[in-house]
């Protein structure tokens, strides 16, 4: 389960590293109902649970020169599982409610794009660097995320003589998903209290149980393994609906199919046989909803290798710590505004910040922290991956494209 490397690293398989994940999420959820501050600033428990697993095996890392590096493909598994329990939510009602909001949260995160590569454009040019490194540490490597500096960091290094364009991106979206993680719940918590919000205690939150409360009806044998039939359903036709599009070129993470044939499922099948029970909004789906997502992140979190972010030079520091500051303040002053300042617009407003400097599984954690404490947001938990997860990525590509043709 365990193997020494070349490298000196030992690499950890994923059935330990699965393991490892459930452990840390318990020691997260053990830490934030024993420390009320964490609860109160909407601190997600596998975010707690997550860095302070990843502080240790740094420490462990700087101390001794031990390694650990696990095998994660397991946890993107865990991803797939948790968007189709979301799509297996959604109800075409929600889905023509959160139209007005998408909109708004696509124009809204559209222009904050722009705004995060004039950040790091301008740091760079003013620490004497190369302008287009600037946007390494703009929607590249933030909001686009790891997957997106991979995938651009050769661009870098072959058109523009940046052979360290890997290293600088993932450092950056490392470094982003951290932010992310501690951010958005208190923001969260900020325009809640500020305007006297309240969300739906009565209704099932998207993702597990409000806190301190069991779920209203009993999950048996059977509605857990219905739920989980619901869930491996939609994910085959999401796996054949992704393969059909990579057949014609068009490539989009597997999450999104899933999601989408969730959807179409969720809202078909109660129709056409209204007899079969169909998991929607059961305690059974938000219980795994919740497990999923908090084993994917804590997995995440405790997997990274904090000691690479002491490398991050002065200018990178400045320009995350500016990136922060603008996801912020344009959260708090363009988002919520436009979202009409109620309680759904809060709750999209700490995904936003979520997906805006790390991830849209961050973003979800973010409002499963705030939900689970406030009360549900239906609207959020549709509209932030729709924009977070697919709308944004498309647009992204396209202004990466019209930066670089300035350069």
Not at 250 to 277: D, E, G, H, Q, S
Request: hydrophobic share 60%; charged share 10%.
């Amino acid at each position: 389960m365990i193997e020494l490397m070349a490298d000196g690293s030992w690499h950890v398989r994923p059935f330990l590293a699965v393991t490892a994940g459930i452990l840390v999420l318990f020691i997260g959820k053990w830490l934030n109902q024993r420390v009320a501050l964490l609860r109160e600033y909407n601190i997600p428990e596998p975010v707690t649970g997550g860095l302070l697993f990843s502080v240790a095996f740094a420490v462990l890392y700087l101390a001794s020169g031990i390694k650990l590096a696990f095998e994660l493909t397991a946890r993107d598994v865990l991803l797939v599982y948790f968007f189709v329990t979301i799509g297996l939510n959604a109800q075409f009602s929600d889905l023509k409610k959160g139209g007005r909001p998408l909109l708004i949260l696509l124009a809204a995160t559209t222009a904050f794009l722009l705004l995060q590569n004039l950040v790091g454009v301008g740091v760079a040019a003013a620490f004497g660097y190369k302008p287009v490194a600037g946007l390494l540490v703009g929607s590249i490597s933030l909001l686009g995320g790891h997957g997106t500096a991979i995938a651009w960091a050769p661009v870098f290094a072959e058109q523009f003589g940046m052979p360290q364009a890997l290293e600088v991106g993932v450092l950056a979206a490392t470094a982003g998903l951290v932010l992310a993680c501690v951010a958005g719940g208190p923001l969260a918590r900020y325009l809640v209290r500020r305007h006297g919000l309240k969300g739906a205690p009565a209704e099932q939150p998207e993702v597990g149980v409000h806190y301190g409360e069991q779920p209203r009806t009993a999950i048996d044998y059977g509605n857990f393994l219905g739920a989980i039939l619901a869930i491996h359903v939609s994910g085959i036709l999401g796996i054949l609906a992704n393969q059909a599009l990579a057949a014609v070129g068009v490539k989009m993470p597997l999450f999104v199919t899933c999601l989408f044939a969730a959807i179409v499922l969720t809202n078909l099948v109660p129709r056409v046989a209204p007899k079969l029970a169909w998991p929607s909004g059961t305690p059974a789906l938000s219980l795994i909803a919740e497990v999923s997502l908090g084993v994917f992140l804590a997995m995440s979190l405790m997997s990274m290798q904090l000691w690479a972010l002491a490398a991050l030079a002065g200018p990178l520091v400045l320009a995350l710590l500016i990136q922060l500051a603008a996801a912020l303040f344009f959260a708090v002053l363009i988002v919520f505004p436009l979202l009409r300042r109620n309680y759904d617009a809060a709750v999209i407003s700490s995904g936003f910040v979520g997906f805006a400097l790390g991830a849209t599984p961050t973003a979800m954690a973010n409002m499963t922290a705030v939900t689970q404490r406030h009360g549900a947001s239906h609207v959020a938990f549709i509209v932030v991956p729709l924009v977070g997860a697919f709308f944004i990525d498309l647009i992204n590509a396209v202004c990466v494209r019209l930066f670089l043709a300035f350069f």
